[in-house]
């Protein structure tokens, strides 16, 4: 029997503090992780993704030694439920890292950003329509906006933003269907990505016997920024594993906008990205639209936790 919570059940939890920092420090690398990409882009977009799997499983896999997961990595693939979840998540993963990738290379981080902002209300929807989730008010106020931002783009501008609702939905999707299989952060990432590395692996001798490949074929300094696809990927995990430990969905809800709102400083001041007229517009409407659905998810968390501590208060 589950004990009935109390007053003090819904205090912060302990590491707090040190959770915000994980959460800032995965956030805010997934913000910067534009800075990696740009630097790699004279490589093929396809080439730097098969990098990034190959060199991923192998950090994943020392991680696990490392944190002794291997039971938890075996208990998953008994379970053919969660492998059929696992292999549509890798699709889904596979998509977004790509897009993500390629738009950065082709200067279209301000569009990245914008999928990433508008990801969370997605998120909601998915939820809505796969969950059967009930939507409050400002959640719905915030969905529309975002909805009217994409369509002032699309109709008003004559700009269909494919890049952002292809990174929204794949991330958005990506998250729906592993709650659904219901695996470990670490393990699933683990699994994903041993999934594709045939593919990856298979690519990239196919290139380097092609002579394509730029892997060991340009410079020593960008095979090793190549080799380093496996820790950039592999570090912010286990940042955000933490994180969640120690911290309130709602708090990681909130720090989520680090990264696309990072990725937008850069792509404006950094790289130089043309930002104005329709794209303003766009923007002030979905972030009205994020400051009306966080507003509402913060009102609603503290009117939970007011009605928790009444319910529990022993009478006088």
Do not use: C
């Amino acid at each position: 029997m589950i004990p009935p919570r109390t007053a003090a059940s819904v205090e912060p939890p302990p590491g707090a503090l040190s959770g915000v920092l994980y959460g800032v420090a995965a956030y805010g690398w997934w913000g910067f992780v534009a800075i990696y990409f740009k630097l790699v882009a004279a490589v093929d977009p396809l080439e730097v993704l098969a990098h990034r799997i190959v060199w991923s499983v192998a950090v994943l896999l020392i991680m696990i030694a490392a944190l002794g997961r291997w039971r938890s990595i075996a208990a998953v693939l008994r379970s053919g439920r969660a492998l059929l979840w696992l292999a549509a998540s890798t699709v889904l993963i596979a998509v977004n890292w790509y897009v993500f990738i390629w738009a950065v290379s082709h200067g279209r981080i301000v569009e990245a950003s914008l999928g990433y902002f508008i990801n969370p209300l997605v998120s909601v929807l998915l939820g809505f329509f796969f969950l059967g989730e009930r939507l409050r008010r400002g959640e719905w106020v915030g969905v529309g906006l975002a909805a009217l931002g994409v369509g002032w783009l699309t109709f008003g501008a004559g700009v269909f933003p494919s890049i952002s609702l292809l990174l929204a939905f794949s991330f958005g999707g990506y998250g729906l269907v592993r709650k659904l299989a219901g695996v470990g952060p670490i393990e699933g990432l683990t699994i994903e990505t041993a999934l594709l590395l045939p593919l990856a692996a298979g690519w990239l001798l196919w290139r380097a016997h092609d002579g394509t490949a730029a892997f060991g074929e340009v410079s020593v300094g960008l095979d090793l920024l190549l080799l380093a696809s496996g820790p950039v990927t592999a570090l912010p995990l286990l940042w955000f594993a933490a994180a969640v430990r120690r911290l309130r969905l709602a708090t990681i809800g909130l720090l989520q906008y680090i990264a696309p709102t990072i990725q937008f400083i850069l792509a404006v001041a950094v790289y130089g990205e043309p930002f104005g007229g329709p794209r303003l517009v766009a923007f002030a409407l979905i972030w009205i639209a994020i400051a009306i659905y966080s507003a509402d998810n913060v009102r609603a968390r503290r009117g939970r936790l007011a009605l928790t501590r009444g319910a529990h208060v022993d009478p006088p």
